[in-house]
């Protein structure tokens, strides 16, 4: 009698493994089998992933806020947050002109003067030794002081290396003047707002108090947003003198600024009686009817005083609040958030400005004869045809 074995059809298929039947001898595992111990084995090495979020903290490194000469042998640099300074990396040095380099005049072919070419790495001359830099007054503020007196009006350069709290390294380049310890106080007197060819914009200063010139700047426009900015040379003045600042110069030789003898320059409008200075290299215009004109203690310092002018008004059009251009609205509020210019209600209108309606190359825009100053539209009005005053006191009469 034969015995026969039964056996399963198919293999039983559990879990990912493969169950075989045996008939007493041990079988070896299959090739499914082998795999399947492997990736058990392998996915208990895996590391558990790692679920906590990043925190970068400060990565911000400080910015300059404000910086300028405080004294004739020191300057303050202050930045948003506190710092600490790197003595070591700070430098000043001084920009020196074509003639100081060479002791010569830059003549162009036709032998009137003309501008260098820019190269600012190659004036730039450490003129100053720095005696200390340290924290001061507060601790977002470097104080650098120097070995002996800077020249008043004078253009410097002055570099450095802060770090922050969190390490986060700022360096910076500032160009500034040399500190005015006795600047005169002047108020703008006088605008030609129209000029021609024949007799080109220009505009007038008083000296309501005498002192020096020396780093104070003229911008068409306002210090944040103009279009040409001037920078007076060292001049003393006494009060109760005018000056002219003649914007399109025809590169004439006797074009002279006048330091000393107010006699000296020649050219179109300059006058005998009132001191006259000229924009040097790129000329530049008043706007003819719609403009902003301020002057400050110097490039970087507080506005003195300050002057905007329109023939627009709140009903023109909607435009910009009503002053036609962004560039015009925004030049208006620069000089009204830093109270140089009053206005009637919350927010600057077009008339607030003072009126140019009017106004012509002999109809300038001008003060009373006493050179009042309220930082407002009152105090300005249009002189009658061929009422244009430039060197000497305004006329009262109104257009």
């Not at 070995?147 to 380049?173: H, W």
């Not at 006494?238 to 050219?267: C, N, R, Y």
Request: aromatic residues 6%; glycine residues 10%; contains cysteine.
């Amino acid at each position: 009698m034969h015995t026969i074995e039964k056996k399963p059809a198919n293999p039983t298929v559990k879990a990912g493994f493969v169950s075989v039947p045996t008939t007493g001898t041990q079988m070896q595992p299959s090739r499914i089998q082998v795999l399947a111990l492997c990736i058990l084995a392998l996915s208990s090495c895996i590391p558990d992933p790692v679920i906590a979020v990043f925190e970068p903290g400060d990565l911000r490194p400080p910015a300059v806020v404000s910086w300028g000469a405080t004294g004739p042998a020191e300057l303050l640099v202050v930045f948003d947050e506190a710092v600490r300074p790197d003595p070591k990396a700070f430098d000043v040095a001084r920009r020196l002109s074509y003639q100081e380099l060479t002791g010569q005049e830059l003549t162009a072919q036709d032998g009137t003067a003309t501008s260098l070419p820019s190269e600012p790495e190659a004036r730039l001359v450490p003129v100053v030794s720095i005696l200390s830099v340290r924290e001061g007054p507060t601790s977002d503020g470097v104080l650098v002081v120097l070995d002996g007196d800077q020249e008043p009006g004078l253009a410097y350069v002055l570099t450095g290396l802060v770090s922050d709290g969190a390490g986060n390294l700022s360096s910076f380049v500032l160009p500034y003047w040399g500190f005015n310890a006795d600047p005169a106080w002047l108020v703008i007197n006088e605008l030609l707002t129209e000029g021609t060819s024949s007799r080109p914009d220009a505009l007038e200063l008083f000296v309501d108090r005498g002192g020096n010139l020396a780093g104070l700047t003229l911008f068409i426009g306002s210090p944040g947003l103009h279009d040409l900015r001037y920078v007076f040379p060292a001049c003393g003045v006494a009060g109760g003198e005018f000056i002219i600042l003649h914007l399109k110069p025809q590169g004439l030789p006797e074009e002279l600024d006048e330091l000393d003898d107010v006699t000296l320059s020649g050219g179109q409008d300059a006058s005998k009686e009132a001191r006259d200075f000229w924009v040097s290299g790129e000329p530049g215009s008043l706007s003819g009817k719609n403009g902003v004109v301020t002057l400050c203690a110097s490039p970087t310092g507080a506005i003195m005083d300050a002057v905007a002018y329109s023939e627009r008004t709140s009903e023109s059009d909607t435009k910009y609040d009503g002053f036609g251009t962004a560039a015009f609205r925004d030049r208006v509020a620069e000089i009204v958030a830093y109270a140089a210019w009053a206005i009637q209600g919350g927010k600057p209108a077009p008339g607030d400005c003072a009126r140019s309606t009017g106004t012509t190359s002999t109809r300038t825009i001008c003060r009373s004869s006493d050179s009042a100053d309220t930082d407002s539209a009152g105090d300005w009005h249009i002189v009658p045809t061929k009422g244009i005053s430039l060197g000497k006191a305004n006329s009262d009469e109104v257009y």
